[in-house]
């Protein structure tokens, strides 16, 4: 983390001067983006917009304050490297259980009232990821996503008690979205307030207002099973209740076990009848007693006795999905979007596989950037387009995934004995359930994979895959993803070839120079005239010596360039392999040693391309394909 380059800066670093008039209790007449409702796809993107102080974010929320508990738990690998970029995933470690192992249990086939274990497996495979998988409530994750956005510049906070009403969009104007919304506080009667907005968002949720006003709907399998699901402090002697654990008990359902931190409490998801055609969950009037009987017939003979419930609920699977994620139309020709939806209001299934929170919070993480780098005159509207090309493609993946997984554990649920089968499919989808599966096809922010060879670790269309290494100025040990932050910027890293850095014919050199100085170098080109030189694409270096064999002096001028008012320098760009750990990043991610290469990293921590280090005209063209040329 840096600071003091403008100057010495007393107090808790993480949080940003405040640079605009702090927000009142009403709503402003107009603003650049509306958010709708303050679950984790709308908090994702109300924190990622609030890193910009020239971007004015509301979030309104229709409940009278923050959550407190229950729903989601589950985050992936994956989130937790978005939450890196946000700076409290170790926040998150601290707090969560981290789910290392998975267990199975059926009934036995030789006494088929008594359970016994089948199966038990790691559950995220070595190397996938520098982050656990972990379970933490939902709550906790709000709070943290709250945190950021109170320390922002904008000191952003949800607007609670805010109920939207309608919306009505211009075919023009500088804020084409109008939205009537109720405001309801409890000490005062609901009046109506009016926003008119650059582009809203909804994030509200399966019962979307935003999807509805849209003329969009979720279209999918009708839910006809249902599950109860409780958070609750038991007593059990159960061996495996800290563990994450399936259990298919013959005749009597099936149960899944999240354990849930602190050390005492554990989330319990119970199987209940099948829904006759068209009936819903709430009809059956389910009650708690009823939950809690059905699973301790189900952990017969073992004891489980329930001394507090903390948070309880029945839900129905069904997966639905709608066509796309914005209002625009799909001929190229219709007007671009503005209005967007993230999270349940455009995709829903069932919670089994801990994938909705995730996958709704990359919805967002992918169009905050966006809708950033278009407010900031830094992108032409058109990249808008590619939120719901990319979002929905992975929806759809995510669909289809739970409805084999939904379909494989009711298949065997009735079994008895070993169930090979489940375990296969729960392993060999590991990486779909750790979140680092999804991979975006090429396009104008996706390469194609010419030069894949060059960084075989390095997938491109796939998130970064960080590894280990070494900061040259201070011999710090760190992982190189994580010098990503949420702010927006593109990254671009450069391995180093097998010539030393100050060598003349070394062609990181060669580069690095032609990026310092060049006209057609895309961080002058796409910068303006007063920001710092990685204002817009922030590069670091790579090279393959031990950092005790180089001085940060050798380096290229671009790697250790001057910033912020006073010229300082910054000399946290250059890193080196962390050989004291056996950690060769050149190895571990399949560098080619001989020429190195340039891997370019989209601001949402995704592969956007992989370049020899001699090709700078390729690398011009991609970013004149995204970026707009700045004047001066």
């Known amino acids: 983390m840096q600071f003091h380059l403008n100057g010495f800066r007393p107090g808790d670093p993480s949080i940003t001067p405040a640079t605009v008039t702090e927000q009142t209790d009403g709503m402003p007449a107009e603003v650049d983006v509306l958010i709708v409702g303050s679950g984790p796809a709308g908090l994702t993107l109300a924190a990622q917009l609030s890193a910009f102080p020239d971007i004015t974010t509301r979030l309104i929320e229709a409940k009278a304050g923050p959550m407190e508990k229950g729903q989601a738990d589950g985050v992936s690998c994956r989130s937790m ?72 510049a904008h000191r952003l906070v949800p607007d609670y008690d805010r109920q939207l009403g309608r919306v009505d969009v211009a075919k023009d104007g500088t804020h084409p979205v109008t939205a009537i919304i109720t405001h309801s506080p409890a000490d005062a009667p609901p009046r109506e307030e009016t926003v008119r907005a650059k582009y809203l968002v909804g994030c509200d949720g399966a019962r979307s207002t935003v999807r509805t006003t849209m003329g969009l709907e979720l279209k999918g399998d009708s839910a006809n099973k249902a599950w109860g699901v409780m958070d609750v402090l038991v007593v059990t002697d159960f061996p495996d209740i800290r563990q994450k654990t399936l259990i298919q008990a013959a005749g009597r359902g099936a149960l899944l076990i999240i354990p849930r931190e602190g050390g005492y409490m554990a989330r ?129 993946q995510l669909i289809t995934f739970d409805q084999e997984w939904t379909k494989i554990l009711a298949a065997q649920s009735n079994e008895t004995g070993d169930t090979p089968k489940f375990q296969e499919y729960f392993v060999e989808h590991g990486r779909y359930t750790a979140g680092v599966s999804v991979r975006y096809t090429p396009s104008a922010l996706t390469g194609t994979p010419d030069y894949q060879h060059l960084a075989t670790g390095f997938d491109i269309g796939m998130r970064l895959h960080s590894a280990p290494v070494i900061r040259l100025a201070d011999a710090k040990p760190m992982h190189l993803g994580h010098t990503i932050r949420a702010d927006g910027r593109w990254r671009l890293f450069l391995f180093a070839d097998e010539s030393h850095p100050a060598a003349s014919d070394s ?11 060049a006209p057609a170098s895309p961080l002058l080109r796409h910068a303006r005239a007063n920001e710092d030189i990685d204002a817009v694409i922030d590069v670091r270096g790579i090279v393959q010596s031990d950092f005790r064999s180089l001085d940060l002096s050798e380096m290229p001028a671009l790697l250790r360039p001057p910033k912020g008012r006073f010229g300082l320098i910054d000399s946290e760009k250059a890193f080196c392999p962390n050989f004291k750990n056996e950690a060769d990043v050149f190895d571990m991610r399949g560098i080619d040693r001989q020429q190195g290469c340039m891997v370019i990293v989209r601001p949402d921590q995704y592969v956007a391309h992989v370049l020899p280090l001699t090709d700078s005209e390729a690398l011009s063209a991609f970013f004149d394909g995204v970026l707009a040329e700045q004047a001066g």
Not at 269 to 297: C, D, F, H, M, P
Not at 327 to 337: E, R, T, V, Y
Not at 364 to 389: C, E, H, M
């Open 81 to 152: 490297e978005m939450f890196e970029a946000f700076g409290f995933a170790h926040t998150v470690m601290r707090e969560a259980y981290w789910v290392n192992e998975t267990t199975f249990w059926k009934s036995d086939p030789d006494k088929t009232d008594t359970i016994v274990r089948t199966g038990r497996i790691q559950d995220v495979e070595d190397g996938l990821s520098e982050m656990p998988h972990v379970i933490l409530n939902q709550a906790r994750v709000h709070d943290m996503y709250l945190d950021v956005m109170r320390r922002s």
């Open 507 to 517: 062609h990181l050199a060669k580069l690095c120079d032609w990026l310092y100085t």
């Open 268 to 396: 319990i998801y119970v199987e209940l009848e099948t829904l006759g055609e068209g009936e819903r969950a709430r009809n059956r009037k389910i009650t708690l007693e009823q939950l809690i009987s059905a699973a301790q017939q189900i952990f017969h003979p073992y004891r489980f006795e329930v001394k507090d419930t903390i948070w309880w609920s029945v839900y129905e699977i069904g997966q639905r999905l709608t066509d796309r994620f914005d209002n625009a139309g799909d001929d190229p020709a219709s007007p671009l979007p503005s209005v967007f939806i993230a999270g349940d209001a455009c995709h829903t299934h069932s919670p089994k596989a801990g994938q909705g929170m995730n996958v709704s919070m990359g919805d967002s993480f992918n169009l905050g950037w966006k809708l950033a780098a278009v407010l900031q005159g830094r992108a032409d509207p058109t990249l808008l387009r590619s939120y719901s090309t990319e979002r929905a493609a992975v929806a759809r």
